[in-house]
């Protein structure tokens, strides 16, 4: 019994052994593969997750007796009116932002530079053992470096507007399809697997993706809506360009709202210290009424994972996908979770063990 149980355990030792590089060598190939197709996978990625979040208005229509294919269409024609018209009165104001930024942030770097000879003139007159001035040397040419590799990369943005507009063409006709046979294609998919693990694994996608956007581009919104009065009030710079940036960056789940404001508090603090201060301290009290107010009724504990596991799938999905990966990384997690928690919670069905009763009957004379 000692050795078949010594067998045993050997054996689960070497499938885990084994498990670890095979895991490893299944990740590089998927990475190999998302960096060779990463335009098409971006291109679908995106259909699928604007077609995900237009089915709900879908659905309403359709619960108003309009036929799916009709609802559709209604739906699409007032997504691309609400691109048009931001795209005619947003975008040209966020593109004249970014210019003005680029060009604003060499003098407010030059100015960050005599503010820190400043202060390491007073640290030195009270022999501190603070080198500001080298300090914010380095921190200064950090920035113009980074500068200098975005500047190309916004040049080369604008010059790919046309190839922009064909990739946003396809991605609306590509939802258009989603919307119309997405449903049947995905059924079609789910079938292929085991009915064990197709219908929990089906369940779980949905209910974490649904949950995900839905919360994190409402809360998004509400961050960067919040922001322009405020900032607006404050006077700050670049009202519209700021608080679109900590906007996205609040898409990112757990890190994302700090990173967004950090950001800003950095860009700001290059013209005014007092006025950096101020923007950190409004954004903070917004995000913490968006954490413990609007958050836990909007979201709830959807994932159930441990914040450890958030912050390690966030850092998998940025080196597999990019930004893209970090975007789909937690729900993507959350479903792995969810459905290794269904199959868990199923219980084998019960064994029922039934005895023959043999009753002796007397002889019938």
Known sequence: MSRRSDELQLRRLLILGLSGPIVALNVWLLTQMLRYFEHLVTVLAISAILAFLLNYPVEFFERARIRRTGAVVLVLLATVTMLGILGVTLVPILISQVNQLFEKIPSWLEASRQNFEAWDAWAKGRNLPIDLRGFGGRISTQIENQIQEIAPQALGLALGTVSGIIDATLIIVLAFYMLLYGARLWRGLINLLPPKYGIPFSESLRLNFHNFFLSQILLALFMAGG???????????????????????????????????????????????????????????????????????????????????????????????????VFVAVPVAGTIKGTIDILRSVKPPAIVVTEIIRTEYPPIE
């Not at 906007?247 to 950095?266: H, K, M, Q, R, S």
């Open 227 to 325: 922001l322009i009065p405020i900032f607006l009030a404050l006077k700050v710079p670049f009202t519209l360009l700021f608080a679109l940036i900590v906007g996205i960056a609040e898409l990112i789940p757990f890190i994302g709202a700090a990173l967004g404001i950090g950001i800003v508090t950095l860009l700001v603090m290059f013209q005014s210290v007092w006025l950096a201060f101020q923007v950190a301290i409004a954004a903070i009290i917004l995000q913490q009424v968006r954490d413990n107010v609007l958050a836990p009724k909007i979201m709830g504990d959807f994932t159930g994972l441990n914040p450890l596991w958030i912050f390690i799938s966030l850092l998998i999905g940025l080196q597999i996908g990019g930004f893209l990966g």
